[in-house]
């Protein structure tokens, strides 16, 4: 069993910035994918970003240029580094661990709001 742990997140103003963590505790895979989802109201939770532990990432192209994903495997952490942030970054991001293609473990979810 896995259990994440997100932190970071909080009110910003457009174009401010905040970085989420998001800690592992349990039994982590070099084969699992770490990465960030986000729901905002209304809306279906989508993909944010995606890191493999050798480094390799996707992004979704809303957020190209403006995120960074990173992983740290020793740590078992994954952060999320958001920049130029906009209104609509505006969601709850989830912290998620992906093994053997399917979205196993979720955190609890942490806002993040940027609103002038």
């Known amino acids: 069993q896995v259990q994440l742990v997100e932190s970071g997140g909080g009110l910003v103003q457009p174009g401010g910035s905040l970085r989420l963590s998001c800690a592992a505790s349990?039994?982590?895979?070099?084969?699992?994918?770490m990465g960030w989802y986000r729901q905002a109201p209304g809306k279906q939770r989508e993909l944010v970003a995606r890191?493999?532990?050798?480094?390799?990432?996707n992004y979704a192209d809303s957020v190209k240029g403006r995120f960074t994903i990173s992983r740290d495997n020793p740590k078992n952490t994954v952060y999320l580094e958001m920049n130029s942030l906009k209104l609509e970054d505006t969601a709850v991001y989830y912290c998620n661990v992906e093994r053997n293609r399917i979205l196993l473990y979720w955190g609890q979810g942490t806002q993040v709001t940027v609103s002038s």
């Open positions: 890191i493999t532990s050798g480094g390799l990432t």
């Open positions: 349990g039994r982590i895979s070099s084969l699992d994918v």
